[in-house]
């Protein structure tokens, strides 16, 4: 008899874990953690991350794909998908991680941590007055699930906030731009920019020789998206030469980025290894639980991504 499968493949994420919390939510499904997955035509739903080529090509019957994650731009690109409906996750753990790896940045640059950190490998006592934060302009690229409230949070610290996105937002204390123009005046205006784009095919290499020069002398860059989204030689020229001062970088085209990379070899930049935000288990169950009853009664799943817009 064929029965309701979910088939899970993960490099980094615990099957034990989801397992434990699935079965809270839906306690009738049967939970196969690749490679022990059984008859391939009882599999409905999958929930994956990183799958290797050909994953989805043996499951006849799939229905629907959950992301253990926020970007699907790796997930659209492959050419073993049937037309099936696909979802990322969004719970709370996962937003105030990544809203916790934005402040600490910002508030890093912000706070001149990045100064201080280096007069303590030369062993001297280096004094910066302290600016308020109302001085300090921020721009988050992106004001989505994710950089909506960072961009939120770093407004109700303080911080003078602006954000770009598709559409105009709504945010407390963020001014929201949208459209070329928009780009432009958020990427020229603001001291320290954010990027937590999606890697889509008009989001990348947006980020060129061009619009880093729009930013001031001395900026600071922060990306948690995808590595993609920048020219990376165009970022390293102006990391060498100054006119980007400073980098907080979790993303990069390839990862883990090779030995002897020049990101390596730049003291201006923090390398963090895409981890600034992960998703928990016991908090995002509960989405992937309801997103498969919805798609039981044929209604769109939580958090659908829409194929043609890339996010
Ligand atoms: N480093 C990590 O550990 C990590 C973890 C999770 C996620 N991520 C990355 O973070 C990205 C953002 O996550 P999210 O959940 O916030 O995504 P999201 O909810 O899909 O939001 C994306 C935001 O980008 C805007 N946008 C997309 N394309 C645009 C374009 N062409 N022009 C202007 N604005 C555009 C959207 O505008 P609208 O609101 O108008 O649609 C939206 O505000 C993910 O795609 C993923 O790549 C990284």
Sequence with gaps: MSRDALVFYSPVDDPVAWREALAKELPDLDFRADPEVGDPA?????????P??????RFPNLQLVTILGAGVDA????DDL????????????????????VVFAVTRYARDIHIFERAKRRGEWEYVH??????IKVALLGLGELGGPAAQTLAAMGFTVAGWSR???TIPGVTSETGRAGLERVLAGNEIIVCLLPLTPESRGLLGTHELALMPKG????NASRGAVVDEGALIAALRSGAIAEATLDVFETEPVPPGHPFWELDNVLITPHLASI?????????????????????PPLHEVDPGRGY
């Design 167 to 169: 559409s105009p937002k």
């Design 130 to 135: 302290p600016r308020a934060l109302s001085e």
């Design 279 to 299: 998703t928990v288990p016991s908090l995002a169950a509960r989405d992937v639980a309801e997103s498969i009853r919805r798609v039981k009664l044929g209604l």
């Design 219 to 222: 900026a600071k860059f922060v």
């Design 42 to 50: 009882d599999v409905y739903y999958a929930l994956v991350w990183a």
């Design 75 to 78: 997930l659209l690109r492959r």
């Design 52 to 57: 290797p080529d050909g994953f989805f090509g």
């Design 82 to 101: 049937v037309p099936v409906k696909f979802s990322r996750l969004s719970d709370p753990g996962m937003v105030a991680l990544m809203t916790s790896y």
